[in-house]
Every structure is written in structure tokens, then in C-alpha cells.
T-cell receptor
Framework: GESVGLHLPTLSVQEGDNSIINCAYS??????FIWYKQESGKGPQFIID?????DKRQGQRVTVLLNKTVKHLSLQIAATQPGDSAVYFC????????????FGAGTQVVVTP | DAGVIQSPRHEVTEMGQEVTLRCKPI?????LFWYRQTMMRGLELLIY????????DSGMPEDRFSAKMPNASFSTLKIQPSEPRDSAVYFC???????????FGPGTRLLVL
């Protein structure tokens, strides 16, 4: 039978389009944020991070935006490829919470041809 | 860099048996984390170590779970006795100093019958 579990939001994206994955965080003291990618059957993989003294950071095909006013984080993937299909997690931490990241539930990204 | 190494990758056991999961962190990383991932609860932090010393084990579900880190390159997570509700994917992660990104291993998929 079908298992009951977390209902992950799903983002369906056509190959070649840009993807935007959103994450709301709750702790106003959080000052360091990470995006992870988890492919089926694998462990979470670090993509990009950002500290609270920045509002934008770019990597290879990815950009993270941080809006501290509304406690919102987003990950933009340019020219989405089939290999980008995965679950994407945001993680937040406050400096005094040493090591104890809070992970979001994740967003399932499905890239269609 | 070999990344975080976990063994076994898959484990099937019967209720009541002892299960030992193993982890080798990235060389030079001083912090090690054990997580459990299930469909119902997502990613949960069980315990973490800094310089081989357990810092916070508040996430360990009950006394049946124990973790050790006898040296900087090896850690174990033990479940004794195991129960069907322990079935999950167990991840080990390491980071340079606990304040930066955590790098995850491939996980151990545990099924307790």
C-alpha cells in the first residue's frame, strides 16, 4: 500500500527553463543558510551557502537569495537539466546553535523534457 | 577526497537484533553528526560530536540507541535491541568545525523486520 509521510511540494520544470525553489525560515536569529540537493538513494549534497550579511550569492548555474526582512530564502537554478531532478532542502542555523541545523521538509523538483 | 564513508549501505535484520552502523568522516573534519531520515519525520539529528566528544545527544530516541567516536576517523551508531520502527535511512555527516556546511555520506538503509 501507499505509505503515509511528509507531503513534499513538487516543482515541475521544463528542461532549459529556470527553476526557483523557495524556503521560509522561522528563527530570526538564524544567520547561516545552506541549500542541499538529495537525489534518490543518495545523501544530501551541499550546493551553496549564504551568511546573513549577504542577500545574494552565485555559484555555477545556481543563485541563492536571502530576504531577512520576511525570513525567506530561495534557490534559483538556471537552465534546468534532467540531472537537477531531486529533492532540495534548505537548512538554517544561528551562531549560538553550533552544529544544530534546522532542515526544511524539502521540495521535489521534477525536470520534464 | 573520498567524502564521508558509511557502512553497511544496506542492512536487513530481525527485531531484537543488534545493529551497528559505521562512519568515517572526511579527513581533517572535527565535527561528526548522525541523522535519521524517514518519510514521516524527514531528517532528524540524533547526536553530534566535536573533537570525538559527544556534544548533544538530545535527538537520540531512547536508550536503545548509542553512539561512539573512539578516534577522529571512526564513529559507530548502535541500536540494541532493534525494532521495526527503527527502519529508516541513517546518515553520517561531517564538517570542519561544526559552524560550516555539513557533508553527508551515502547513508545506511536499515530495515528491521
Amino acid at each position: 500500500g501507499e505509505s503515509v509521510g511528509l507531503h513534499l511540494p513538487t516543482l515541475s520544470v521544463q528542461e532549459g527553463d529556470n527553476s526557483i525553489i523557495n524556503c521560509a525560515y522561522s528563527n530570526s536569529a538564524s544567520d547561516y543558510f545552506i541549500w542541499y540537493k538529495q537525489e534518490s538513494g543518495k545523501g544530501p549534497q551541499f550546493i551553496i551557502d549564504i551568511r546573513s550579511n549577504m542577500d545574494k550569492r552565485q555559484g555555477q548555474r545556481v543563485t541563492v537569495l536571502l530576504n531577512k526582512t520576511v525570513k525567506h530564502l530561495s534557490l534559483q537554478i538556471a537552465a534546468t537539466q534532467p540531472g537537477d531532478s531531486a529533492v532540495y532542502f534548505c537548512a538554517e542555523i544561528a551562531t549560538d546553535s553550533w552544529g544544530k541545523f534546522q532542515f526544511g521538509a524539502g521540495t521535489q523538483v521534477v525536470v520534464t523534457p | 577526497d573520498a567524502g564521508v564513508i558509511q557502512s553497511p549501505r544496506h542492512e536487513v535484520t530481525e527485531m531484537g537484533q543488534e545493529v551497528t552502523l559505521r562512519c568515517k568522516p572526511i579527513s581533517g573534519h572535527n565535527s561528526l553528526f548522525w541523522y535519521r531520515q524517514t518519510m514521516m519525520r524527514g531528517l532528524e539529528l540524533l547526536i553530534y560530536f566535536n573533537n570525538n566528544v559527544p556534544i548533544d545527544d538530545s535527538g537520540m530516541p531512547e536508550d536503545r540507541f548509542s553512539a561512539k567516536m573512539p578516534n577522529a576517523s571512526f564513529s559507530t551508531l548502535k541500536i540494541q535491541p532493534s525494532e521495526p520502527r527503527d527502519s529508516a535511512v541513517y546518515f553520517c555527516a561531517s564538517s570542519l568545525d561544526g559552524r560550516g556546511p555539513q557533508y553527508f555520506g551515502p547513508g545506511t538503509r536499515l530495515l528491521v523486520l
